[in-house]
Nanobody, 122 residues
Framework: QVQLVESGGGLVQGGGSLRLSCAAS????????MGWYRQAPGKQRELVAV???????NYADSVKGRFTISRDNAKNTVHLQLNSLKPEDTGVYYC????????????????WGQGTQVTVSS
């Protein structure tokens, strides 16, 4: 069993900042890529930022220069620093992780957190 638990969402005024965190726990042999996705009301879930186990990052164009993704491999956590927030950043933010649960198997799986709400007022 693998669990991803997010924290840090909330209500913030435009121009403000938030920091999201996600902790992975359970049966984890290898934790590979991690990332954040978001889903606004009436829209599809979209990629926000991803980070490899080696620290390489990739961001959606809409958040480049404002959001920063980081991870702590020792603690199996990933963070997303959200700065200069805009109303269009509003949505449910989901943590994602590609995990190899067992040493004896090469299979990897995508796991998702339950989501945390970010609301940016204008």
């Amino acid at each position: 069993q693998v669990q991803l638990v997010e924290s840090g969402g909330g209500l913030v005024q435009g121009g403000g900042s938030l920091r999201l965190s996600c902790a992975a726990s359970g049966s984890i042999f290898r934790l590979n890529g991690m990332g954040w996705y978001r889903q606004a009301p009436g829209k599809q879930r979209e990629l926000v930022a991803v980070i490899t186990s080696g620290g390489s990052t990739n961001y959606a164009d809409s958040v480049k220069g404002r959001f920063t993704i980081s991870r702590d491999n020792a603690k199996n956590t990933v963070h997303l620093q959200l700065n200069s927030l805009k109303p269009e950043d509003t949505g449910v933010y989901y943590c994602n992780a590609r995990i190899r649960p067992l040493a004896g198997e090469s299979l990897e799986y995508d796991y998702w957190g339950q989501g945390t709400q970010v609301t940016v007022s204008s």
